[in-house]
């Protein structure tokens, strides 16, 4: 397919794409992975971005990138629809724990706080994983080099005797003309039992809320996969299909 092909298929004007070599999936054991993808430069980057995230697109620094494995589809975009999102008593009881921490959205800068929490992340819940032997200059570069309207939203703990604040988690997120895209987030594994993951994402919820954005994006959603099953428990979600995004249930998402 040439870029002009690509470049149809998607609705956007002009563009490089690129297609990679299989490699192996991080996901499913036993798979190949192949992607789509294009550089995010210049002017139009944000408006890129918005529109080829809607298409189910995901970007790392700055590159857009969609699976295009030859005989796979089990990467599956899905968004929360946040008007629609309401609080079970699960959902209340995590809010509950985290009551306590005071959001701060700062500027795409990393620093040594966020790196060290990074890395007990890391180390501590995926160590196998792609990302295991990130340096900080890896970090740096996965939140600074940016075309796009991206933030770092930092969760902080206050210590009331020292009127000290500790980051227990963040999140490097897009905005979007529609939403708001969560790239990456982690959080300090001595706080697990805070549910910090589950919480991020329904601090997202809230925060596009108070945007007027109508969605949070999760990136995809992989069918058999343990990793990515998480994402499912975040409904009302929407899934990407051929014929465009709607509605996920329960039952299609086993």
Not at 28 to 53: C, D, M, Q
Not at 128 to 137: F, P, Q
Not at 180 to 209: Q, T
Not at 240 to 251: E, I, K, N, P, S
């Amino acid at each position: 397919m040439s870029n002009e092909d690509f470049a149809r298929r998607f609705g956007i004007d002009g563009g490089e794409f690129y297609i990679t070599a299989p490699a192996p999936c991080p996901y499913l054991k036993g798979h190949k992975e192949r992607k789509i993808f294009s550089y995010l430069s210049g002017e139009g980057a944000p408006s890129t971005n918005a529109l080829l995230t809607r298409r189910g697109f995901r970007r790392s620094q700055n590159l857009i990138y969609l699976p295009a494995c030859e005989s796979c589809n089990a990467c599956v975009p899905v968004r929360v629809v946040a008007d629609d999102f309401e609080l079970s008593k699960s959902r209340r009881r995590t809010l509950s724990k985290n009551a306590d921490l005071i959001r701060s959205i700062r500027a795409p800068r990393a620093t040594s706080e966020q790196f060290s929490m990074l890395r007990g992340y890391l180390d501590t819940r995926h160590s196998d994983g792609g990302m295991a032997e990130m340096t900080v200059l890896d970090y740096a570069s996965m939140v600074e080099e940016t075309t796009v309207d991206t933030m770092i939203i930092e969760y902080r703990l206050l210590d009331k005797e020292t009127g000290e604040e500790r980051l227990v988690g963040a999140a490097l997120s897009d905005r979007l003309t529609d939403g708001l895209s969560m790239v990456y987030s982690f959080y300090e594994p001595d706080e697990s039992a805070r549910g910090l993951g589950k919480f991020m994402v329904m601090d997202h919820v809230a925060l596009a809320r108070e945007l007027a954005l109508p969605y949070v994006y999760l990136g995809y959603w992989v069918n058999g996969s343990p990793k990515m099953d998480y994402k499912k428990d975040f409904q009302p979600l929407e899934m990407l299909t051929a014929t465009g995004w709607t509605r996920m249930d329960r039952t299609s998402a086993r």
